[in-house]
């Protein structure tokens, strides 16, 4: 199926390029062409974009750093729409912060830490964007966005809207500005004036992450969402499965809760390797691991 003429002059105005290989902008480097694949600069190019799509039925994955999906080797025929560097500003006013959603949460964790602001040092060393942030409401170290969060302007349906996030909208991984309900354009932060040991708190996280965590291996972060009353990397590794491979895929010696790309695994070795642990798991436990990580294809 090919895109019609009007989608085509879109996707030529709006430098979308084609069959761009899914492996360049996933941290597990996997993933065949993404048959259409833009970086906006504004909320109306984002518009523009889905509207597009839409008149050629052709599906839209909204993505960020890439940094929670596994894409089919095989490629995808949709519309990739990466909110990344184009739209990556951000700025502080007393003890809010503003970003756009392409900045990295890393970046604005540090940079509130060095603005003498406290509340997103658990953030300093996560991969993800602002905007990917919001919709699965990340977090680490007993920290998560929901903690600070306080506005979001967002796509829905073709209109902008900003409003304060209410009761119920975040969860754990779970968010009501997720694609495609929402498309996240940018956030604002209430932090706190740092109490003296913000930049103590980041380096040990800092410190913990490369001690414990593979990160000398492409991965996806965290596998599976922690199952209530348990930890999935504990589980998995009471299962005896750290070091189980399927191809080039493998359950990190290090840290169970991660699956690693050791050397040339192809999407269909993550996925199955996905499959044998929630398997495994479930029959030795009773309890079913859910994938934290996004599949697509």
């Given at each position: 199926m090919t895109i019609n003429e009007a989608t085509a002059k879109v996707f030529t105005a709006l430098n979308v390029r084609t069959d761009v290989p899914a492996r360049d902008y996933t941290s597990?480097?996997?993933?065949?062409?993404?048959?259409?694949?833009?970086?906006?600069?504004?909320?109306?190019?984002?518009?523009?974009?889905?509207?597009?799509?839409?008149?050629?039925?052709?599906?839209?994955?909204?993505?960020?750093?890439?940094?929670?999906?596994?894409?089919?080797?095989?490629?995808?025929?949709?519309?990739?729409?990466?909110?990344?560097?184009?739209?990556?500003?951000?700025?502080?006013?007393?003890?809010?912060?503003?970003?756009?959603?392409?900045?990295?949460?890393?970046?604005?964790?540090?940079?509130?830490?060095?603005?003498?602001?406290?509340?997103?040092?658990?953030?300093?060393?996560?991969?993800?964007t602002v905007g990917g942030g919001v919709a699965m409401n990340a977090g680490a170290y007993k920290g998560e966005l929901s903690q600070v969060l306080r506005e979001v302007t967002f796509i829905r349906d073709g209109e902008v809207i900003t409003r304060e996030v209410r009761e119920g909208d975040l969860g754990y991984r779970y968010s009501a500005f997720a694609y495609p309900e929402a498309v996240v354009l940018s956030a604002k932060m209430e932090l706190s004036p740092d109490d003296g040991g913000a930049k103590a708190r980041m380096d040990d996280y800092t410190a913990r992450r490369r001690e414990k965590q593979p990160l000398e291996y492409p991965s996806a972060g965290s596998a599976f969402k922690r199952p209530e009353g348990y930890f999935a990397g504990a589980l998995i590794e009471q299962a005896g499965l750290k070091g189980k491979r399927i191809g080039g895929a493998m359950v990190s010696p290090k840290h169970a809760g991660f699956i690693v790309n050791c050397g040339g695994a192809s999407f269909g070795d993550v996925a199955a390797l996905i499959c044998f642990v929630r398997a495994d798991v479930y029959e030795k436990f009773g309890v079913l691991l859910e994938p934290e990580v996004k599949i697509i294809g």
């Open positions: 597990f480097r996997i993933g065949g062409p993404m048959a259409y694949f833009a970086e906006p600069s504004s909320a109306e190019e984002v518009s523009a974009l889905i509207d597009a799509a839409k008149l050629s039925r052709l599906p839209v994955h909204v993505i960020g750093n890439g940094s929670n999906l596994l894409i089919s080797d095989k490629g995808v025929r949709a519309l990739f729409i990466r909110i990344g560097g184009n739209m990556s500003s951000f700025r502080f006013e007393g003890n809010f912060l503003t970003a756009e959603a392409g900045a990295l949460l890393s970046v604005v964790s540090k940079g509130s830490v060095a603005n003498g602001l406290m509340g997103l040092e658990w953030a300093s060393g996560i991969p993800g």
